[in-house]
């Protein structure tokens, strides 16, 4: 069992991350005097699958324990679910000292976080996270939110968790899409800022696609370990250093709109979003060929796309226009200059944009 702690002051947390530590969860959380009674957010294939060895090892260290069981789907994430869960929680609370646990992807981290945030003007909670995607990025940090029909992730707050306790035994039974998915996520932490990742990942992706331990541990503390670092140096994203982490999500947002959020995996559409960064950096003259080469062989490599397919190019186009912080004056661009060197790059042509996204048909 490793530990990074990030740290934020008054707000710092420990990100433990380790294989079949889910025993040892109750212990660890007891010492964190977090609370009495723990409400487990998660879902049914989840609660099914791993809700006794929670509830033991919780009921072992003392804690009293409810589940409450929502959709997996994206459609959870919703006021009126999050509503609906509050409701049941202000039943459960009896008056001791309660606190929730996000017990899933990133689905249920992102409801629970602001369900949390929002109780009570904010009660403490831990996120337990159980797919790739989450323990290298959406259970660290503190973003939660909720969406409206008007957008993603509009209503929300940052409201920092009091632990990630990251099993990587959890990732074993990951279908391959969800694996790889989160693949792209760790990809994006290899390019932006660490070197030795990405090699080892060119190296050993088949022993992270066969969920070999070693392998597993060794990317989700990496990421883990870099989130950290830009979280606790910009926390709100107010000094453009979180926003680095948004490399190839601009792209990738938009395609993943432009292809009505179904036909893609949130992480296939950011892999092919990194490609389109990459084009853009390669037609800015920022990197060469050859380094474009080996990110696209990469990404092959891991089983994710690297060509767009059955979308149209102008509703990509047009999912961008619809994003306020794309086109127009303030259009910014996450775009590298070497593998683990970004550059921030503001009024990207349209032109460029289009040329390198049609290069990726
Ligand atoms: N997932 C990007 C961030 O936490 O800032």
Redesign the pocket.
């Known amino acids: 069992m490793q530990r990074i702690k990030l740290d934020l002051g008054g707000r710092s947390y420990n990100i433990i991350v380790g294989f079949d530590i889910l025993p040892a969860l109750g212990k660890t959380l007891k010492k964190l005097n977090i609370g009495t009674d723990a409400y487990i957010i998660t879902n049914a294939l989840i609660r099914r699958k791993f809700g006794a060895k929670l509830e033991d090892s919780l009921k072992g260290a003392g804690f009293t324990v409810r589940f409450k069981v929502v959709a997996d789907t994206e459609k959870s994430k919703s006021i009126e679910t999050a509503a609906g869960v509050i409701r049941d929680l202000a039943l459960y609370d009896n008056k001791r000292r309660i606190f929730v646990i996000a017990f899933g992807g990133g689905v249920i981290g992102d409801l629970s976080g602001f369900v949390a945030s929002i109780y009570k003007r904010g009660i403490p909670y831990v996120q337990v996270p159980t797919t790739l995607l989450a323990q290298v990025?959406?259970a660290?940090?503190g973003?939660t939110a909720v969406d409206l029909s008007e957008g993603k992730n509009l209503v929300g707050a940052i409201y920092q968790p009091r632990l990630v306790f990251s099993d990587c035994k959890f990732l074993s039974s990951l279908n391959p899409r969800q694996l790889r998915s989160g693949l792209a996520e760790v990809i994006k932490y290899a390019i932006i800022k660490d070197k030795s990742l990405f090699n080892y990942l060119f190296t050993n992706i088949k022993d992270i696609l066969f969920c070999k331990r070693s392998a597993l541990e060794r990317i989700v503390l990496s990421c883990s370990s870099i989130?950290a670092k830009?979280?606790k140096q910009d926390e709100r994203?107010e000094r453009g250093i979180?926003t680095i982490?948004?490399f190839g999500h601009t792209a990738g947002h938009a395609i993943e709109a432009a292809a009505g959020f179904t036909k893609y995996t949130h992480g296939e559409a950011i892999a092919l979003g990194m490609l389109v960064a990459c084009e853009i950096s390669k037609m800015l003259e920022l990197i060469d060929e050859p380094l474009a080469v080996k990110v696209e062989a990469l990404i092959s490599k891991a089983g994710l796309p690297t060509k767009i397919r059955a979308v149209k190019l102008e509703r990509i186009i047009s999912a961008h226009y619809r994003d306020k912080k794309f086109i127009g004056p303030r259009n910014k661009f996450v775009l590298i200059g070497a593998i683990g060197k970004v550059k921030i790059v503001t009024n990207v042509p349209l032109e460029v944009i289009t040329e390198s996204l049609k290069k990726k048909f």
Request: proline share 0%; charged share 40%.
């Open positions: 990025d959406s660290i940090g973003k989130k830009v979280v994203e979180r982490l948004n």
